[in-house]
């Protein structure tokens, strides 16, 4: 929502929304823009408006309530979209990854975009990129130019009962699309079906197949060859999940005709692996929330500080996906050194919570809890990594720690 209103700001709308008063990072970049940003009140409802809703809003809320009453124009998010932007799509989809390779694509060609780290652009590209979300089908509301795929799991087990739901989901999406780009070396790839579908990967038979020449803690130097492509390219990113995004990236600008400036020094989006520096020790903000993302994270930051002790306070993000891959959470989160656990941050849609936790509880008990002593011991921490993570808001105590300990620097 926050890059959506962003890119009709700057598009020559007059924007301006409704929130709750909590903070969320994604604040910021409204505030940058000069965008308002009100508190829920049914006065702010005007007849002169057409609003955009939110698609976690319930229609208990005051305003939409209001809007309801009154039958005033309205639509949700991903409709909005599809319906009145009137620029070719790249549609960027896929369990893990989606904003990191948006960012990519936005920094490879200068197109328009909305990305989900709270930032938009508008500008006179006749492309625009932006995250599709597989969440309840959403994104069957879009028509890509170019859908690219980059992964397909189960994130949202309040919504996908098995991997077959997942599949008819992206094929869905497949169906609305004019060109196909997938990672062929997921392996549920293979059952997507499309006229016009291009593979990407490391595997052998795909379309694109990446040539790992070189890595380094400055990420990867390689050969990107097939379908009469050959070219020696560069990945300043570490991990190679992320060599897997700019690939994506890149070759949906080159299917899309688009100018790739491919000498661009490549920058991760806000809690993406954003790092600090304090004393001999590094803090790390990072938005993963999936077991797949964060053990993706942890083998970068491995790369990337080689020799340090790697340590997380963790949020994890809805009671469905912690209870659903608990196994995999502490599979993963027993690779740290330290962990400390803070309580769920959940949905709106989640009831019960207070026993949720308590089963959270149950079954995390061998980790330990997080307690407020523990930013106190980062202040003596050496050569440590330490990582706030998880879709929620353990960014807000990295925030608290650099208001107290100003010295902290963005690397």
């Given at each position: 929502?926050?890059?959506?209103?962003?890119?009709?700001?700057?598009?020559?709308?007059?924007?301006?929304?409704?929130?709750?008063?909590?903070?969320?990072?994604?604040?910021?970049?409204?505030?940058?823009?000069?965008?308002?940003?009100?508190?829920?009140?049914?006065?702010?409802?005007?007849?002169?408006?057409?609003?955009?809703?939110?698609?976690?809003?319930?229609?208990?809320?005051?305003?939409?309530?209001?809007?309801?009453?009154?039958?005033?124009?309205?639509?949700?998010?991903?409709?909005?979209?599809?319906?009145?932007?009137?620029?070719?799509?790249?549609?960027?989809?896929g369990t893990h990854g989606k904003t990191t390779t948006c960012h990519i694509i936005k920094e490879l060609s200068n197109?328009?975009?909305?990305?989900?780290?709270?930032?938009?652009?508008?500008?006179?590209?006749?492309?625009?990129?932006?995250?599709?979300?597989?969440?309840?089908?959403?994104?069957?509301?879009?028509?890509?130019?170019?859908?690219?795929?980059?992964?397909?799991?189960?994130?949202?087990?309040?919504?996908?009962?098995?991997?077959?739901?997942?599949?008819?989901?992206?094929?869905?999406?497949?169906?609305?699309?004019?060109?196909?780009?997938?990672?062929?070396?997921?392996?549920?790839?293979?059952?997507?079906?499309?006229?016009?579908?291009?593979?990407?990967?490391?595997?052998?038979?795909?379309?694109?197949?990446?040539?790992?020449?070189?890595?380094?803690?400055?990420?990867?130097?390689?050969?990107?060859?097939?379908?009469?492509?050959?070219?020696?390219?560069?990945?300043?990113?570490?991990?190679?999940?992320?060599?897997?995004?700019?690939?994506?990236?890149?070759?949906?600008?080159?299917?899309?005709?688009?100018?790739?400036?491919?000498?661009?020094?490549?920058?991760?989006?806000?809690?993406?692996?954003?790092?600090?520096?304090?004393?001999?020790?590094?803090?790390?903000?990072?938005?993963?929330?999936?077991?797949?993302?964060?053990?993706?994270?942890?083998?970068?930051?491995?790369?990337?500080?080689?020799?340090?002790?790697?340590?997380?306070?963790?949020?994890?993000?809805?009671?469905?996906?912690?209870?659903?891959?608990?196994?995999?959470?502490?599979?993963?989160?027993?690779?740290?050194?330290?962990?400390?656990l803070l309580d769920v941050f959940s949905s709106a849609r989640e009831k019960e919570g207070v026993l949720m936790q308590?089963?959270?509880?149950?079954?995390?008990?061998?980790?330990?809890?997080?307690?407020?002593?523990?930013?106190?011991?980062?202040?003596?921490?050496?050569?440590?990594?330490?990582?706030?993570?998880?879709?929620?808001?353990?960014?807000?105590?990295?925030?608290?720690?650099?208001?107290?300990?100003?010295?902290?620097?963005?690397?």
């Amino acid at each position: 929502m926050s890059g959506l209103a962003i890119f009709l700001k700057e598009a020559g709308h007059e924007v301006v929304g409704s929130d709750n008063s909590n903070y969320y990072f994604t604040v910021d970049e409204l505030n940058n823009n000069d965008i308002e940003i009100k508190e829920y009140n049914k006065n702010n409802i005007k007849n002169d408006c057409i609003y955009i809703i939110g698609l976690s809003i319930k229609k208990d809320n005051v305003e939409f309530s209001e809007i309801l009453n009154r039958d005033l124009e309205y639509y949700y998010y991903n409709d909005f979209i599809g319906e009145f932007i009137d620029k070719k799509m790249i549609a960027v989809s896929g369990t893990h990854g989606k904003t990191t390779t948006c960012h990519i694509i936005k920094e490879l060609s200068n197109i328009s975009y909305i990305i989900g780290c709270g930032n938009g652009g508008c500008n006179e590209s006749e492309y625009f990129v932006l995250e599709a979300c597989e969440y309840k089908n959403h994104f069957h509301s879009y028509s890509p130019e170019l859908l690219l795929i980059l992964n397909m799991d189960i994130d949202h087990p309040d919504f996908f009962k098995n991997k077959k739901d997942v599949i008819n989901s992206y094929q869905g999406m497949c169906d609305r699309s004019k060109v196909v780009l997938v990672n062929g070396d997921d392996k549920l790839s293979k059952y997507l079906v499309h006229s016009n579908i291009y593979t990407y990967g490391f595997s052998e038979g795909v379309d694109y197949q990446i040539k790992l020449i070189e890595s380094s803690v400055n990420g990867y130097k390689f050969l990107l060859k097939g379908k009469g492509l050959c070219r020696f390219l560069k990945c300043n990113l570490v991990g190679i999940h992320n060599l897997y995004n700019y690939v994506g990236a890149y070759l949906a600008c080159l299917l899309s005709y688009l100018k790739i400036n491919q000498y661009v020094n490549i920058t991760l989006p806000k809690r993406r692996m954003t790092s600090y520096k304090y004393g001999n020790s590094v803090l790390i903000d990072d938005y993963a929330h999936h077991p797949t993302e964060i053990n993706a994270l942890l083998e970068s930051l491995k790369i990337k500080y080689d020799g340090y002790k790697i340590n997380c306070i963790f949020q994890s993000h809805t009671y469905s996906r912690t209870i659903k891959y608990r196994n995999e959470f502490k599979k993963v989160l027993k690779k740290f050194d330290d962990v400390y656990l803070l309580d769920v941050f959940s949905s709106a849609r989640e009831k019960e919570g207070v026993l949720m936790q308590k089963r959270v509880n149950r079954y995390f008990r061998k980790f330990k809890k997080y307690d407020s002593s523990i930013l106190e011991s980062i202040c003596e921490s050496n050569k440590e990594v330490w990582v706030f993570l998880g879709a929620g808001t353990s960014n807000e105590l990295l925030e608290t720690f650099k208001k107290e300990h100003f010295n902290a620097m963005k690397m």
